[in-house]
DNA sequence: AGGTGTTTGAAACACTTGTTTGACATGGCG
DNA sequence: CGCCATGTCAAACAAGTGTTTCAAACACCT
């Protein structure tokens, strides 16, 4: 089952240890003592420990993100004024089927993920931030589409705070305080949605100045 | 301005250090050095680095929550049904009035408690579940009046998406891609609140059985 | 078989980690 | 003054850190 080449079986294991531990928290040698490889081989394939977490992070998050974007070209092809639903549909979804498709593994790789962006440290979010540019961008145009009253930079805004709701649910998967089971992404998919659209469709605010009468 | 007062030293250079690293990523070294103290110092007054990271934590998340939950009898007290809308400011007010009132400091506390909701390190999550059971109660029963038509169930799920984007918001501050401005407390809390209170009110997710004829 | 380039292995590198120790200074009190 | 608790300090502790080295093993090709 687990695969035998030794750059694939590290990064099966970084993938758990980061999960767990986080960038600082998780040690090579931890690393090398599960893929059952010495501690050289993750400089020899990689490089260093910072190169072992971007190789880690891609190899999860680039498919969830050509598959977001696979998904929302569909609902655009379908619907020429998009609707908050059938977008969000869009970027949840690669996720929650992540996480359903393998298992033990996919909470494994949905807390990687989660965690990933509120590392503190400069090199994850730097790499968190390359990874997602494109789709950050695509899925914002398409939002300006389907909510054309709230001005684009509060829906940045709102952008944001959706990415956050699901950083959270990835995060929190794979622990005692799990948010939704894995084998029923359906009511996942439902509750996260009907949540953020509404969110999203909300008046623009109106922030009250500080001394009114 | 600096304490002179040790234990403060310790704690503040700590709030620093664990706000910009993580718990694992920031040593006790780097701790003492900012403080201006001796290694030992730290065991001395504290007795071991994870109790300095509760010290830290409890020292900014008890008072706030402390006026979280003033904030929501007040509401209580002069609505008999309570808004939403003034529930969540409850929530948030408390939050964004330490960072406004803190300065450089606010934008620290901000980042360590947002970022403590997500360290993956049992130690932080058990220390956050503890600080913040009594809060997390009061406001889903009060949230529970607000919204009568959404299953308690449902609505403690949607509550958690609520922490999330505050959690978000909190350690996003001080960074370069920081949510809002900490002078304008204002418009940040009416984004805040008029996203999170369309999501709660939201119409109850139905989520339709895996396979509809 | 011999030679080539690619992977592995054990060991060491220099350094940092959290924690402990014991000597030293300080200050109040009888 | 001596006494004792309270802090502080440099130094050492053992263990663990990311990284490097270099020889041995391997796989593959002519």
């Known amino acids: 089952m687990r695969p035998v ?13 980061f999960a767990a531990h986080g960038f600082h928290g998780a040690s090579l040698r931890s690393v090398t003592r599960a893929a059952g490889v010495n501690v050289a081989s993750i400089h020899y394939h990689f490089g260093s420990k910072e190169a072992l977490l971007r190789a880690t992070l891609e190899r999860i998050v680039r498919p969830v ?3 977001r974007l696979r998904q929302l070209d569909e609902v655009l092809a379908l619907e020429q004024v ?5 977008i969000l549909t869009a970027f949840i979804r690669p996720d929650l089927e992540l996480i359903a498709g393998l298992g033990d593994r996919g909470a494994i790789m949905a807390r990687f993920s989660g965690r990933s962006y509120t590392e503190p440290e400069e090199v994850v979010s730097r790499i968190i931030t390359d990874l997602f540019s494109e789709v ?11 909510v054309p009253d709230v001005s684009e930079d509060e829906l940045r805004w709102r952008l944001r705070c959706v990415v956050a709701i699901i950083t959270y649910l990835l995060a929190a ?3 005692a305080r799990a948010l939704f089971d894995p ?3 359906e009511s996942a998919s439902a509750r996260f949605v009907a949540f953020a659209a509404a969110g999203l469709r909300a008046p623009a605010s109106i922030p009250r100045p500080a001394n009114r009468l």
């Open 82 to 86: 998009p609707s908050v639903e059938s």
């Open 173 to 175: 998967q794979g622990t």
């Open 183 to 185: 084998c029923d992404i």
């Open 65 to 67: 993100n050509e598959e």
């Open 5 to 17: 080449d030794a750059t694939e079986r590290i990064l099966d294991a970084a993938e758990r240890e």
């Open 136 to 146: 950050g961008a695509r899925f914002l145009a398409a939002l300006a589409l389907a």
